[in-house]
């Protein structure tokens, strides 16, 4: 029978940076399986953003560290991994989120990200479509930007393959395999595999995966999505990514286009167990009219983007998110079974948390205790939960709408 030292299930951006921080240790042999094709589920969705502070202090070390791992990879695979260093402009109309700007300023500070104070008037001039005249505070993080989330997790994938890591794709597992309490395999469609090391990067799926083994990771399959206008030059060009949290909004430039991505009051939630196994031809926004949703956001979204009345949408992308009930991701060890491990839940930061997830997840699986602080993700936090019911995905979707006001 085939035996790997880890075997990493799931190929979106979480399972190809844990398989390349695996490799790039030495960590012997590692087996990256998708069932599908790789980054075909939520990492070829994102919108990408790579924001290096939040309200949530607790992503920042790792996001700086994925901030750092674009250049990394492009210069080990000598190519472009989509990465656009535009920066971002963080906008403040109320006193709530001046307050919120000052402590990420200092967040900022603790960690050696650049941060400045920008005049409305300057942020105005960096983004023709801003309207300014609402803005009391604005803060500038110029190594900020967004990146191409199929790039990125394609660049992850193909590093990792050139140190050795074996990818099998449309190979899904079936079943996790456990003896005297200890992960000793997996079951793929083309038989047993062992491995006394097996990560659970599953996405939205993460759940059904751990719930084989009798602990449910406690995540839900949140809706998330965007609208991206025609091009058009009055939006400007390469210009920062706008962060809007009075409005729940946020833009980035598209290819002379501007992507808007409006953050709900209640976001449509699922049950993981009753998704396809490949969401290719799924839509999170069935029986609902997404225009309507986007229609509810414009008036806060028009005091600083006022052309959004006349703006021609030309494409809608929705997908799953998969969120915990306090926002924050779900990183270590899972429960009752020696050997597993799981990075899920990623509550929309994914792409941006990828390397410091992947590092994070290569020190655990080394019984190496990781340079960054992840006490706060441990599954077991929220004690025991039915992430399958309606209530704790209500719980779920409440922690977006909380994202969604303070974009955490
Ligand atoms: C509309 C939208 C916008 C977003 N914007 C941003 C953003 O701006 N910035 C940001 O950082 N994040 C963003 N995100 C979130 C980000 O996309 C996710 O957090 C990230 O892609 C999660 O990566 P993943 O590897 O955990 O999951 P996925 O990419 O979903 O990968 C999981 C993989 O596991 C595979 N799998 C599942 N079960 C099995 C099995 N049994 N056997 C084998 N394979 C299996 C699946 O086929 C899938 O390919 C956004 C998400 C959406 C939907």
């Not at 999505?225 to 400007?236: E, L």
């Not at 396809?276 to 949703?293: I, K, M, N, Q, Y």
């Not at 039915?386 to 955490?408: G, H, I, Q, W, Y």
Request: aromatic share 8%.
């Amino acid at each position: 029978m085939a035996q790997f030292d880890h075997i990493i299930v799931g190929g979106g951006v979480l399972g190809a940076s844990i398989a390349y921080h695996l490799v790039r240790e030495n960590a012997g042999s590692i087996l990256l399986l998708e069932r599908n094709t790789l980054a075909s589920a939520a990492s070829s969705k994102a919108a990408g953003l790579m924001l290096q502070v939040s309200t949530n202090t607790t992503k920042t070390a790792l996001i700086r560290q994925t901030r750092d791992m674009v250049d990394i990879l492009a210069d080990e695979l000598g190519e472009d991994v989509g990465f656009h260093k535009v920066g971002s402009l963080r906008l403040a109309a109320s006193d709530k989120r001046i307050s919120e700007l000052d402590d990420m300023a200092a967040d900022a500070a603790n960690n050696d990200i650049p941060f400045e104070w920008m005049t409305p008037r300057d942020a105005g001039d960096l983004v023709p479509w801003l309207d300014v005249s609402s803005l009391r505070k604005v803060g500038f993080l110029p190594t900020d930007g967004y990146v191409d989330p199929y790039l990125l997790s394609m660049a992850y994938a193909r590093a990792a393959a050139a140190r050795g890591v074996e990818i099998r794709q449309q190979t899904a597992v079936t079943d996790i395999r456990a003896a005297n309490g200890r992960v000793i395999g997996v079951d793929t469609a083309n038989g047993p595999i062992d491995s006394e090391s097996v990560i659970d990067a599953a996405g939205a799926w993460a759940a059904v995966l751990s719930a084989q083994m009798g602990y449910l990771l406690p995540m839900a399959p949140v809706r998330s999505h965007y609208w991206i206008t025609k091009s058009d030059p009055a939006y400007g060009g390469d210009h920062p990514v706008t962060i809007m949290p009075d409005a729940g909004a946020y833009a980035r430039p598209d290819v002379g286009a501007v992507l808007l991505g409006i953050q709900e009051r209640h976001s449509a939630t699922f049950d993981a167990r009753e998704l396809p196994g490949d969401l290719a031809t799924f839509s999170p926004t069935v029986g609902e009219e997404h225009w309507d949703r986007l229609a509810e956001a414009a008036e806060g979204v028009g005091q600083f983007f006022p052309g959004i009345a006349d703006a021609q949408f030309a494409n809608y992308i929705a997908g799953l998110s998969a969120y915990t009930p306090d926002g924050k991701i779900i990183l270590g060890p899972v429960p009752g079974l020696s050997g597993f491990l799981a990075a899920a839940g990623c509550c929309g930061s994914g792409i941006s948390l990828s390397a410091g997830i992947g590092s994070a997840i290569a020190d655990l699986a080394l019984h190496r205790t990781p340079g960054v602080d992840i006490s706060a993700f441990g599954a077991n936090r929220f004690g025991s939960v039915d992430p399958f019911s309606t209530e704790f995905r209500e719980c779920c979707a409440t922690a977006r709408a909380n994202k969604s006001r303070n974009l955490v």
